[in-house]
């Protein structure tokens, strides 16, 4: 991811009288910016936790101060994230306190910079690293090092979006075990954003996926589109309840580890498919049900439980060595490799976008907030 200097009256003589007028222009425009101030922002803010469409409302912000080494960035797109909601709730683990800016990723554009700030200039296309709370207002104020610099051919939608999902698909994916060409992996929750993430990255590296879907109206067309993502094959839970569901599995090899977002009866099929030794690492628990796993799976299958909070590995140091990463997602993003579905909507629909991200409306698309 300052202090202002005073010159003495002599000190501002010398100056004048010895360097040329470019030297006091300068000094002059580095004093004024230094003094700037953002433009008024509109912002998302809770004053205490609770239900997001309780405790939310749009208000509007004062200026603030852009000191030496910070950025003004006038946002431009941010997602309404699960976690999200979560931390206005109060129930996330880490949550800024209250009264608080909601959002945690975004993408926005350089408006102004201080004088003491080299790296980015005006203009700029830039996003949150480590991602940070207060992504849902029209103009935030970080110091420069908190920015990280992205490229402008990506589309608005996926720059905000990058960090937080298809991040955690390319870190779960590479942190726990060694995946080769001719390998498979399984995953519950295979329609969600990191679940369609999961699917493409590991089809560009010849990893075939077992996708597992919930029971629902319409599943055979769901089934068709996440094949069209490059899934080798889709099932529903129910379809997974046989006994022998290993016979299902075809030529594709025992996957060595396993993706959970779901819990409860869904992540006992993930753990069911995993071959000898196999892990499996939970990143979710969208059913609020626990996981249950036999002793005998323990003893004989000796398969392993591991967690995943990609907010963990973005603390410090972190954050910077996860760019990379995010700017080889982007580029997957640019060359079509890697997409997945979400809804832009305007600011000035906020509250309609917040009811489809809870849930009121139906299964809806991630919103992306346009401001």
């Not at 010895?18 to 700037?36: H, K, Y």
């Not at 709730?89 to 201080?114: F, I, K, N, T, W």
């Not at 519950?188 to 597992?212: D, E, F, P, R, Y």
Request: with cysteine; hydrophobic share 40%; proline share 6%.
């Amino acid at each position: 991811m300052q202090m202002t200097y005073l010159r003495s009256f002599r000190a501002s003589r010398y100056c004048a009288s010895q360097r040329p007028l470019s030297c006091i222009l300068s000094n002059t425009i580095r004093a004024f910016a230094a003094a700037a101030s953002s433009p008024p922002s509109k912002a998302v803010v809770y004053e205490q936790h609770g239900s997001p469409d309780g405790v939310v409302r749009v208000v509007d912000l004062p200026s603030v101060e852009i000191k030496e080494n910070d950025v003004c960035v006038r946002m431009m797109a941010s997602p309404i994230n699960p976690s999200d909601i979560n931390r206005i709730e109060g129930v996330y683990p880490v949550r800024p306190q209250v009264p608080a800016v909601a959002g945690y990723e975004g993408v926005g554009e350089v408006h102004s910079v201080g004088p003491a700030v080299n790296r980015l200039a005006v203009g700029d296309w830039v996003i949150p690293s480590p991602p940070s709370s207060g992504t849902w207002q029209t103009y935030m104020v970080k110091e420069e090092s908190a920015w990280h610099k992205i490229c402008k051919e990506v589309p608005m939608e996926y720059a905000a979006t990058i960090t937080v999902n298809p991040l955690t698909a390319l870190r779960m994916l590479g942190d726990f075990v060694k995946l080769t060409s001719g390998d498979s992996i399984v995953q519950n929750g295979a329609t969600s954003i990191v679940g369609q993430c999961i699917i493409q990255l590991a089809k560009i590296n010849g990893v075939s996926s077992i996708n597992i879907i919930r029971d629902r109206p319409g599943s055979e067309e769901v089934k068709e589109k996440t094949k069209k993502l490059g899934a080798d094959l889709v099932y529903t839970e129910s379809q997974l309840s046989m006994k022998n569901i290993k016979s299902l599995l075809a030529d594709i090899p025992e996957p060595h580890i396993g993706f959970n977002c779901v819990g409860g009866d869904s992540a006992s099929l993930v753990l069911k498919l995993l071959r000898q030794g196999g892990t499996m690492v939970t990143y979710g628990g969208m059913s609020k049900k626990p996981i249950t796993m036999s002793t005998s799976s323990f003893i004989f299958k000796d398969l392993a439980l591991r967690g995943f909070w990609l907010q963990k590995l973005m603390t410090g140091d972190g954050a910077i060595a996860c760019r990379p990463m995010i700017d080889y997602l982007l580029s997957l993003v640019r060359r079509g490799e890697l997409k997945y579905e979400m809804e832009a909507v305007p600011f000035s629909d906020f509250s309609t976008a917040l009811d489809k991200a809870m849930g009121k409306l139906g299964s809806q698309p991630k919103q992306v907030i346009i401001f």
